[in-house]
């Protein structure tokens, strides 16, 4: 299987508090996981790729003090929304990549998303 | 750079009606990977397909089948007799290992509603 978790499925914060995701693969190791947020009827929006052990690469305009990922082990990366504002409010979606065989480039399952909304 | 276009950004069908999603892409490398994620409701996106660039071959499973052409950079999906359960977002995508490592470019997104 391939199997991803999220942790919170929803959370409502005050303005200026952080908040922590949760990203998990339970039955594979992922050593990249990637961070996504959407807007109702948009897209995902890539906004950083976590890497196991090494700091994440982040996506033009994201900002980094901002969205803090650590990803601490070959199976957990969090998302920490940090002192979050109304315009934070958003679907956040994590994915991990998963090799099969002898192919580097694995495919990449997701996590049933995180909705934060920011009061 | 890559990119994914979807030109449909929503179809409504009749239960049992076959509709078809068109999805174009761009890409400079020639090696790379084609996707189809569906996002129902909930939100959660579930994988339905993973296409490399040097395996041209259609695929179907169940209900649903794959065209991919090269020649016109497309890679079209299809789903046959179409239920209320097949209401959701699809996505398509794309990843570029030499030029993006793993990264996922996603096209806009075709919402299918199948009304009964």
């Known amino acids: 299987g391939a199997v991803v978790s999220q942790h919170p499925s929803r959370v409502i914060c005050k303005s200026g508090t952080s908040v922590k995701i949760e990203c998990r693969s339970l039955?594979?190791?992922?050593?990249?996981m990637f961070w996504y947020r959407q807007f109702p009827k948009q897209s995902l929006m890539l906004m950083a790729t976590?890497?196991?052990?090494?700091?994440?690469?982040?996506e033009q305009g994201v900002e980094k003090d901002k969205f803090l990922i650590n990803h601490a082990s070959l199976t957990l990366s969090t998302l920490t929304v940090t002192s979050a504002h109304p315009e934070d409010s958003s679907f956040y979606i994590c994915s991990a990549g998963k090799s099969t065989g002898n192919t580097i480039y694995g495919t990449q399952y997701f996590g049933p998303g995180t909705r934060l909304l920011v009061l | 750079a890559q990119k994914v276009t979807q030109a449909q950004t929503e179809i409504s069908v009749v239960e049992k009606e076959d509709v078809t999603l068109d999805c174009v892409y761009e890409?400079?490398?020639?090696?790379?990977?084609l996707f189809w994620y569906k996002q129902p409701p909930s939100g959660e996106l579930v994988f339905l397909i993973r296409?490399?660039?040097?395996?041209?071959q259609n695929e179907i499973s169940g209900r649903y089948s794959w065209n991919f052409q090269k020649s016109t950079s497309s890679f079209n999906f299809t789903i046959t007799a179409s239920q209320v359960v097949d209401s959701a977002v699809y996505f398509c995508a794309l990843s570029e290992p030499k030029a993006a490592g793993n990264k996922l470019t996603f096209g806009g997104g075709t919402r299918v509603l199948v009304k009964p």
């Open positions: 976590s890497n196991e052990g090494s700091k994440a690469t982040y």
């Open positions: 296409r490399n660039s040097f395996d041209e």
């Open positions: 039955d594979f190791q992922a050593t990249t």
């Open positions: 890409t400079r490398d020639t090696t790379y990977y």
